[in-house]
């Protein structure tokens, strides 16, 4: 292969490639992510994976929990990325609501500017009290 | 090593390759697990509720309301009027006519078996899940309150205020429609609804309706109940006895 190929080849797929859109210093990560120390993936999931389809994924899931009453779990559950990705108040005091401007999911809706819905019924910030289903957690 | 002809070695070659890749296919869907889905709930169970009105008592009633608003986060509508703050279980006075006497119950959603908020819902968003509970799915709910009005137990109600600070496991919002769901976050996990457990006397009971050996099935079989409005003929899952 020549050098031409070879360079043209390692551009399209450090292109193509999902690194440079996994860069996640722009966004607030939350209280809880930032320390977790698992950088570019999310419960497993490759983060660019989850930008893509998380309306799919909650969609299936929230189909699938209140429609057919499959078992809840953490995975693809609003009430766990809230969890891991509210930013705690500097004073201790709570959360910062997490559509809030300039907190997590404002990252890339402000900019794509599609609204987000979820919130009116969901909560957005994590529970501290003996919920029932925190108590399963 | 002698010499190979391109013939011959096109042959080995090609049947070493189609060996390989039968033989791998055949070892991967031999050890390949199926992967478990859940499927949900299936209609073998049918929740019910039996309310026995003679032992049920005021501070029953008391205790089954705010432990219902406890367990599920609402009865704090502080810009909603009487008319419209929503009561998904209430204390109900019914007076026989004939009699004069004088019934206290609670109502709440009776869960029937056609009900007509999902006849009449344009959007599938009133919903009766297959073991019987009938529920809302906010996510499709446009906020018409038709089923409001199908409702003849005034058991559905409409969200007129903002909402904050909603319970996980209960998402509530504005512009929705809610109800009583049975405490179906609790049933899920082998529960009882709040309100059933906060009942002290043994006035509610709540159970498999198909399972002839429940507590309620028994009850059921055993004294006379009847359903509220059980002219309209919509089989409903909670029960009364003693009115």
């Not at chain 1, 078992?71 to 004073?91: F, I, M, P, R, W």
């Amino acid at each position: 292969m020549s050098i031409r190929g070879t360079l043209l080849f390692v551009l399209i797929v450090s292109f193509s490639s999902t690194t440079i859109y996994g860069n996640d210093s722009f966004v607030l990560a939350g209280s809880v992510a930032y320390k977790s120390g698992t950088s570019g993936f999310c419960n497993g999931d490759p983060i660019a994976y989850i930008i893509r389809q998380h309306p799919s994924l909650l969609t299936h899931k929230q189909d699938m929990v209140l429609r057919h009453g499959a078992k809840k779990s953490t995975q693809y559950s609003l009430q766990g990325c809230v969890n891991c990705h509210a930013v705690e108040k500097a004073d201790k005091s709570g959360y910062y609501a997490i559509d809030a401007k300039g907190q997590f999911c404002a990252a890339c809706h402000q900019e794509i500017a599609i609204s987000l819905d979820c919130f009116q019924c969901h909560r957005t910030t994590p529970y501290n009290g003996k919920s029932y289903y925190q108590r399963k957690q | 090593m002698s010499a190979i002809s391109r013939r011959d070695f096109l042959k080995k070659s090609s049947q070493a390759i189609s060996i390989t890749t039968l033989a791998s296919g055949v070892s991967l869907t031999a050890f390949a697990a199926k992967q478990e889905v859940d499927e949900g709930v299936s209609n073998e169970k049918r929740w019910g509720m039996l309310v026995d009105t003679g032992k049920l008592t005021s501070e029953d009633t008391e205790a089954m309301v705010s432990a219902c608003q406890k367990e599920n986060g609402w009865g704090n509508e502080v810009h909603s009027d009487d008319l419209q703050k929503p009561e998904w279980i209430r204390k109900v006075s019914v007076k026989d006519r004939a009699t004069q006497k004088i019934t206290d119950l609670v109502l709440m959603c009776q869960h029937c078996e056609s009900p007509p908020c999902v006849d009449v819902c344009p959007t599938n968003a009133s919903m009766k899940r297959a073991d019987g509970i009938v529920l809302v799915d906010a996510h499709r709910c446009i906020g018409c309150r038709y089923c409001m009005l199908a409702c003849p137990y005034d058991a559905r109600f409409f969200v007129h205020e903002t909402l904050t600070e909603q319970l996980p496991h209960r998402p509530r919002g504005k512009g929705t429609v809610e109800a009583c769901t049975l405490c179906v976050h609790r049933v899920d996990d082998g529960k009882q609804p709040a309100c059933v457990e906060a009942c002290k006397s043994e006035a509610v009971v709540f159970g498999d309706l198909y399972d002839t050996n429940s507590q309620i099935s028994k009850q059921l079989k055993q004294y006379p109940s009847t359903q509220i409005r059980a002219d309209l003929n919509l089989n409903t899952g909670v029960r009364y006895t003693n009115i």
